[in-house]
């Protein structure tokens, strides 16, 4: 293993502790005398420090010459920090550096791997690589794995079975444009990427699989609007010999379940409305009803 220990584990009851790092340089601070390297990885940042009265001097000057996202491996000692960060979970310590291994060198990159970065969208979105280093970007990307183990695990937990259904598919009549795959070996055929999959959860029901779901991407070529895109992921399932009231209760108490889980927030009841209700107080049957009781 290249590291004992990641960069947010280690307190102050690590003290004296012989330990292992691996992660990239957030930022140094060279002093002459004295460096202060930050180093991150998926879990959090410890401070390193590299000083000329316990340092070999060949390792201070290698510390110096280390950039922003230079990938280093570290050994050391865990000592306390004289001037305590209380904004940071390991902020009680420090490593004073024994051994610097440089990984791999970086380029100084064209946007800071900060939360606040001064990089555009266009920008992070060609070095996505990056992007995903910052804060916000990865606990998004936590928290989305977060909620697809949770509806896996509450969904299991009500015997469903998970079932992939097909990719390459003919073409299925619905609201949108399909996206189209050419077939090598089928001159002028053509694969559709699914819509929905509609088709095969309606097939896996008269099989007899009773309770059935996915968390699946569909494709659909139409025009962006600001809840859909090209490509997007939905939790599809399907149940056999329920009735309206089964499926509501099911998926009100799914969305509590998440909600508990992944946010620690409780709620009770939802409230429900029909289409009808929705159409007449607000002109839209998915109503955003934060903001007052109706247009009408």
């Not at 280690?10 to 002093?31: C, F, H, P, Y």
């Not at 316990?54 to 050994?75: H, M, N, P």
């Not at 990865?138 to 097909?166: C, H, Q, W, Y």
């Not at 309206?244 to 108490?253: A, G, K, R, S, T």
Request: proline share 4%; aromatic share 10%; hydrophobic share 35%.
């Amino acid at each position: 293993m290249y590291r004992s220990h990641d960069c947010g584990s280690l307190r102050a009851s690590d003290v004296n502790k012989e330990i292992t790092l691996a992660g990239w340089v957030q930022k140094s601070r060279d002093k002459g005398f004295m460096v202060w390297v930050d180093l991150r990885d998926r879990y959090g940042v410890t401070q390193l420090i590299f000083d000329e009265e316990r340092t070999d001097k060949a390792l201070l000057e290698r510390a110096q010459k280390l950039g922003r996202e230079f990938v280093i491996q570290v050994k050391g000692t865990v000592i306390e920090r004289e001037s305590k960060n209380a904004k940071m979970s390991t902020g009680d310590v420090e490593i004073l550096v024994k051994e610097l291994n440089i990984l791999s060198e970086s380029k100084t990159p064209p946007f800071t791997i900060e939360d606040n970065t001064d990089g555009g969208e266009e920008l992070r979105m060609k070095y996505r690589y990056l992007d995903i280093r910052r804060n916000p970007v990865r606990e998004n990307l936590i928290f989305r794995s977060k909620v697809a183990m949770e509806v896996r695990n509450f969904l299991a937990g009500k015997d469903f079975i998970e079932v992939e259904t097909p990719v390459l598919i003919k073409s299925t009549p619905e609201g949108a444009r399909d996206f189209v795959v050419p077939s090598r070996m089928n001159e002028g055929q053509f694969y559709a990427l699914p819509q929905s999959p509609q088709t095969f959860k309606q097939l896996l029901m008269v099989g007899g699989m009773d309770k059935y779901f996915q968390i699946v991407k569909c494709f659909r070529d139409e025009d962006l609007r600001a809840d859909r895109q090209p490509e997007f992921t939905q939790i599809d399932c399907e149940m056999s010999f329920v009735e309206q009231e089964d499926v509501l209760n099911i998926f009100e108490e799914m969305t509590r379940h998440l909600l508990k889980k992944v946010k620690n927030i409780d709620i009770a009841d939802f409230p429900r409305m029909t289409y009808d209700q929705a159409m007449k107080k607000y002109g839209n049957d998915k109503p955003d009803i934060r903001f007052g009781d109706g247009i009408w």
